[in-house]
């Protein structure tokens, strides 16, 4: 796998980092390869426990904002840059047809975080994913650009109401778009797509925000 080129870790057992990088579109055409999907489960607390470790031994910040901070330097967009930044997108195994986007990149992100942990136990996976991510903490980068919050609070300044609908949903089960509207008093605003429901509600009130005149 080229991604060891980039990343100091040897692997013992290199099935499990095989794994992490094996989409389940790949599993369906080649069955004697197990997808990411466990692992991948398991990655995301272990991502999570690290980051709330250093942030509360190392950042002496109030909760609040610890929480928005976890969230940032855990969530889609930030995992898929980490996966981008080490290489991973070389490696990641996808059926025929299929493109490898950012929520694949994500999930094969914690998938790795996974395997490393079960092969090398947690001191050693916790140095590896800080060893990542504290230079994007020092930056202060927000990954999480929270556009439904800030569309709520504009739209609480005019005395309206904000709602959210799924209107389309397309793709297999593995790799689902979704298309997301928001209205403001009823009225369509914003329309996003993306893949996961959360998301494209995020795309739709960026776009509603995009218009912001429009809402005062």
Not at 40 to 52: K, M, P, W
Not at 132 to 142: F, L, Q
Request: with cysteine; proline share 2%; charged share 30%.
């Amino acid at each position: 796998m080229k991604v060891f080129n980039n990343i100091d870790v040897n692997p013992t057992d290199m099935n499990l980092y095989i794994t992490a990088v094996t989409h389940s579109s790949y599993t369906n055409e080649n069955p004697n390869y197990p997808d990411y999907e466990r692992l991948e489960f398991l990655g995301d607390a272990v991502l999570e426990i690290v980051i709330s470790d250093y942030l509360y031994k190392e950042r002496k910040y109030e909760e609040g904002l610890m929480t928005k901070m976890r969230a940032s330097y855990v969530c889609e967009e930030a995992c898929a840059t980490y996966a981008k930044e080490m290489g991973l997108d070389e490696d990641i195994k996808v059926g025929s047809g299929e493109e490898v986007n950012q929520t694949i990149l994500a999930d094969v992100f914690e998938a790795f975080v996974a395997a490393v942990y079960l092969d090398h136990g947690f001191d050693f996976v916790k140095k590896f994913v800080l060893d990542i991510i504290v230079k994007y903490i020092d930056r202060g980068e927000n990954f999480l650009h929270d556009y439904k919050s800030t569309l709520q609070e504009l739209v609480q300044t005019v005395k309206k109401s904000v709602t959210y609908e799924v209107i389309d949903e397309e793709g297999p089960s593995h790799n689902k778009t979704f298309t997301s509207i928001v209205k403001i008093d009823g009225i369509v605003m914003g329309k996003g797509t993306a893949g996961s429901k959360k998301a494209s509600e995020q795309e739709a009130a960026r776009d509603a925000l995009s218009k912001r005149s429009e809402i005062n």
